[in-house]
């Protein structure tokens, strides 16, 4: 392996969200957990990046650009993102969309919340699938457009579609606009070809448009394949689609996503009222890695699943009463922790007070995540075990504690 995944880099006085943002993103406003340890001795597995170095292909590209020391307005104007990522596109998925549908964005979430402010007239309706990305319901709450929730069937730590309900709620004709998460996160389910066309077919008879975010698309485990719904439907414009860099190389800091409007109407509206500015040492670290990262990313999927199976076998010895499945894709872990806490409460503060360790709870996902915890395993295994022990020693102490 030429990448070194084992690599320690410390992320203090970086600003970094993961490793010093959590008491004001998980906890603002509210009393912190009492913790027995030095926050420097937290371990954060928590906020959805990674604790690897970017590509080599990203920061060559970065210096390359930086031999031009001129960094003013820059737009997306020639054709060189379009040209790596539309090759990328359609050696990986067998997709392929014109110059003209590709749009830029200073990251998939602020396209999330100008897509429900462009779609969504007041008084409309977004809906997702739950557990939810928290960020679907946070753009719909702040354009005041109110978000409703198809709750997914989990048996066995898998989780489907109950598609007589999603039926349901795509029939209010308040419902405008749909969320899908494909890979899904937190669950990890790559949907199958049969559920993307369900759930699409669902949304064209009633006329609901969907934003597909694909974002975490090039994260699956080896055998994988991913399937952009808009390959499934290519005459249709009424599917968005959103990819980035910023999960699959590391690179959420440099603020910058592909998103894919096929629409002209909703493009038009796009172009008008959606900023088109892009950070220049973005812009080049994007192309470079689309261009070159292939490899670093072969590597990055080999340690990510050797991550996942130790975490399974860890688990299977230790806490044998939790429920688990390594995901389809994504580099997230989640974990169903019902067998140990019966009564509901908040675990996101549970674990960092009791084990010193930052994840988020089932609470953070919107709803249908009781009793679940997801915590990111891109990171070095030294930082997985380390995590999974005290994770453990928290809960067979919490075990006890109940017992006496």
Request: proline share 5%.
């Amino acid at each position: 392996m030429i990448n070194d995944f084992d690599r320690l880099i410390d992320r203090r006085h970086t600003n970094s969200v993961a490793e010093s943002g959590y008491e004001d993103y998980l906890f603002g406003g509210s009393e912190l957990p009492r913790l027995d340890m030095p926050r420097s001795d937290i371990i954060s597995m928590w906020v959805a990046d990674m604790q690897f170095a970017a590509p080599q292909a990203a920061l060559n590209a970065i210096t390359e650009r930086m031999q031009r020391p001129i960094f003013g307005y820059t737009m997306n104007l020639d054709d060189e993102l379009y040209e790596a990522f539309h090759d990328w596109s359609r050696d990986r998925y067998g997709w392929s969309f014109r110059r003209d549908e590709m749009q830029t964005s200073q990251g998939v979430v602020p396209a999330l919340y100008a897509l429900v402010e462009y779609v969504c007239k007041p008084g409309e309706k977004v809906l997702s699938l739950s557990p939810a990305y928290g960020y679907f319901k946070r753009s719909a709450d702040y354009s005041a457009r109110e978000f409703v929730t198809s709750p997914l069937r989990k048996h066995d730590g898998s989780y489907t579609v109950d598609f007589a309900d999603f039926e349901t709620k795509a029939r209010d004709p308040a419902v405008k606009l749909f969320f899908l998460c494909h890979p899904h996160n937190p669950t990890g389910r790559a949907w199958s070809e049969g559920e993307l066309r369900r759930m699409a077919d669902i949304c064209f008879d009633n006329g609901v448009m969907i934003v597909s975010d694909e974002v975490h698309c090039d994260l699956l485990r080896h055998g994988k394949r991913h399937v952009p719904l808009a390959r499934l439907f290519p005459d249709r414009k009424d599917i968005v689609t959103c990819m980035a860099v910023s999960k699959t190389f590391n690179m959420a800091g440099m603020m910058i996503a592909t998103i894919i409007i096929p629409d002209p109407d909703l493009r038009a509206i796009w172009k008008q009222r959606h900023s088109p500015f892009l950070n220049p040492l973005s812009l080049a670290a994007a192309t470079g890695a689309y261009r070159n990262g292939a490899p670093w990313l072969d590597e990055l999927r080999t340690y990510l699943d050797d991550n996942f199976a130790w975490v399974e076998a860890f688990l299977r010895a230790e806490l044998p009463e939790a429920r688990f499945r390594i995901p389809d894709a994504t580099y997230l872990a989640w974990i169903d922790l019902g067998a140990y806490f019966p009564d509901s409460i908040n675990l996101t503060k549970f674990f960092l007070e009791k084990a010193g360790v930052v994840l988020e709870g089932g609470e953070m996902f919107v709803n249908n995540g009781e009793n679940m915890v997801r915590l990111s395993l891109a990171c070095p295994q030294s930082q997985v075990r380390a995590a999974m022990e005290r994770i453990r020693d928290s809960v067979k102490a919490k075990v006890l504690e109940t017992a006496s």
